[in-house]
């Protein structure tokens, strides 16, 4: 079984940087790829990132160029470096685990879910 935790959210003011950590525990992780999405008040969960066992990342065109996304697998932690916040930013993040070597987009394909950890973002 496999559990995740996010860390690191918090406030911040427009333009700004936060960096999201999340712990996984359980086997497998090498071979599983790792997601974050994020979910604001009122609307859908969206993707934002995603990394594969290969590292090899995968980010939403409303991230890419701010957001980076990387794994250490040593340690089982994802990590999202989130620089040049924007309010529209402001969602709660979820780390998610894949019981598949390869990236998606799709929230459906990702079956291990943390809490979240809230990202606020002033204008």
């Known amino acids: 079984q496999v559990q995740v935790t996010e860390s690191g959210g918090g406030l911040v003011q427009a333009g700004g940087s936060l960096r999201l950590a999340c712990a996984v525990s359980?086997?497998?992780?090498?071979?599983?790829?790792m997601g974050w999405f994020r979910q604001a008040p009122g609307k859908d969960r969206e993707f934002v990132a995603c990394?594969?066992?290969?590292?090899?990342?995968q980010l939403s065109d409303s991230v890419k160029g701010r957001f980076t996304i990387s794994r250490d697998n040593a340690k089982k932690t994802v990590a999202l470096q989130m620089n040049s916040l924007k309010p529209e930013d402001s969602a709660v993040y979820y780390c998610?685990?894949?019981?598949?070597?390869?990236?998606?987009?799709?929230?459906?394909?990702?079956?291990?879910w943390g809490q979240g950890t809230t990202v606020s973002v002033s204008s």
């Open positions: 998610t685990a894949r019981p598949f070597a390869i990236c998606s987009t799709q929230a459906g394909e990702f079956n291990d």
């Open positions: 359980g086997n497998f992780f090498n071979s599983r790829a």
């Open positions: 990394i594969d066992w290969t590292n090899s990342a």
